[in-house]
């Protein structure tokens, strides 16, 4: 008789066959018991559903009979399965848990050549990082953390999707010279997810406030780039997105102006009117004029 663990995943038996037994490791504790290791592919990890049971056979002369095995489930019905799912197991990642999960990506990658596969989850594992702190790990784990925390951006980002965004709660601790804008230059959205992501990128506003002035103008640059003919986002981008101070200012408006002209250049002139009369209403006189300034200085070309 022996205490398994079934699945409808092929690592847990597919419902077919008790491959996975259960043991005690310590004897002394009779309700803990465990398995062995048992490497699940991220494939399969979207919703596992699963059961505890008793398995008995009795052997025969001619070995295994089916006949004679018997699996005794927990509950009654597949209402009563028990459900594992991606996100459970990184919920539970803090601490001493991201060590472990970053050096695995790091090795996952670097047999890879710095790649994660399409369906690799890279939301989950960004989404474990709020909490994280660089003291929790040892010193010579820093640079695997940085490579681990790279591709996990760049996959997240090229495959549409903002959880990346999430490192600008942590880049002090992970990238305070935020290098990894650098990794996302070819990054390009259609104009329906450049809205989303422009109007996601309010959120991080507040954890680009103390940024020093060189990363915060890369930063801003970059999004500046990305709102390719887009002028509304850009208005959007501008107002709600963006700091300012003198500095920033001098450092942006060229760039800034070029993107305007380049918006421009590619309307007629019923887009033309729809944008102006989508100019902020909150805009002040001394808003339009600057506005006005930069399509008409010719040293910003």
């Known amino acids: ?19 996975v037994k259960l043991h005690q490791p310590f004897p002394q504790n009779s309700i803990y018991w465990k398995s062995d290791s048992v490497t699940i592919s991220a494939q399969n990890f979207d919703k596992i559903q699963y059961k505890y049971a008793i398995h008995t056979s009795k052997p025969t002369f001619f070995g295994r ?3 004679n095995e018997k699996l005794a489930f927990e509950g009654i019905d597949s209402q009563d399965n028990r459900t594992l799912t ?6 539970l990642i803090s601490g001493k848990y991201i060590k472990f999960w970053n050096i695995n990506v790091w090795h996952y990658i670097s047999k890879r050549k710095g790649k994660l596969p ?35 951006i760049q996959h997240n980002a090229f495959q549409t999707k903002f959880e990346w965004l999430i490192v600008f709660e942590i880049a002090t601790e992970v990238d305070p010279n935020y290098t990894f804008i650098n990794h996302l230059k070819t990054l390009k959205y259609s104009d329906e997810n450049l809205s989303n992501f422009i109007d996601i990128c309010k959120s991080i506003k507040p954890y680009t406030i103390n940024i020093k002035l060189e990363p915060y103008v890369e930063i801003a640059k970059w999004l500046i780039q990305l709102c390719r003919h887009k002028i509304d986002t850009l208005y959007i981008l501008w107002r709600d997105v963006l700091i300012y101070n003198n500095e920033i200012e001098n450092n942006l408006l060229k760039c800034f102006g070029e993107r305007i002209r380049e918006c421009i250049s590619h309307d007629d002139a019923v887009a033309l009117e729809y944008h102006f009369k989508e100019v902020p209403v909150n805009w002040t006189k001394e808003n339009i004029t600057a ?8 040293t910003l070309y």
């Open 1 to 19: 008789m022996d205490n398994v663990v079934f699945s409808d995943v092929k690592e847990l038996g597919s419902w077919e066959n008790p491959i």
């Open 65 to 67: 009979n089916e006949k």
């Open 86 to 91: 991606l996100r459970q197991m990184i919920n």
């Open 118 to 152: 399409d369906d690799f989850p890279s939301d989950l594992l960004l989404n474990a990082l709020k909490e994280y702190k660089q003291e929790i790990l040892p010193l010579d784990t820093k640079d695997q953390m940085y490579t681990a925390i790279i591709a996990l």
């Open 291 to 298: 506005i006005k300034r930069l399509l008409h200085d010719d």
